[in-house]
């Protein structure tokens, strides 16, 4: 089973940066579009973005366009959020996933633990 492991979550000031990795072990992640999620305390979990198979397909959330980039690099089979410009309102748990989708639904097989990330003074 494909196992998903973030990192690179922390606490930032805001209009900070910070950058999320996605990887996974045993298997690649050639054959998954892969997306990002995050969850706030008392929100429901909501896509932030998404990478199609071959990397030429992205997507993101109105509230992240501009500030955040997905990126993927087959030869270390990891995926990347660079998230530029924090805002307070960005602070959540962020989650990867995997389909073969690359879509801003939920509609995902497999799920990563999650890294918290903290934006704040």
């Known amino acids: 089973q494909l196992q998903l492991v973030e990192s690179g979550g922390g606490l930032v000031q805001p209009g900070g940066s910070l950058r999320l990795s996605c990887a996974a072990s045993?298997?690649?992640?050639?054959?998954?579009?892969i997306g990002w999620f995050r969850q706030a305390p008392g929100k429901e979990r909501e896509g932030v973005s998404c990478?199609?198979?071959?990397?030429?397909?992205?997507n993101y959330a109105d509230s992240v366009k501009g500030r955040f980039t997905i990126s993927r690099d087959k030869a270390k089979n990891t995926v990347y959020l660079q998230m530029n410009s924090l805002k307070p309102e960005d602070s959540a748990v962020y989650y990867c996933?995997?389909?073969?989708?690359?879509?801003?639904?939920?509609?995902?097989?497999?799920w990563g633990q999650g890294t918290q990330v903290t934006v704040s003074l």
């Open positions: 996933a995997a389909s073969m989708l690359c879509t801003l639904t939920r509609d995902y097989d497999y």
């Open positions: 045993r298997f690649t992640l050639d054959y998954y579009a």
């Open positions: 990478i199609s198979r071959s990397g030429s397909v992205t």
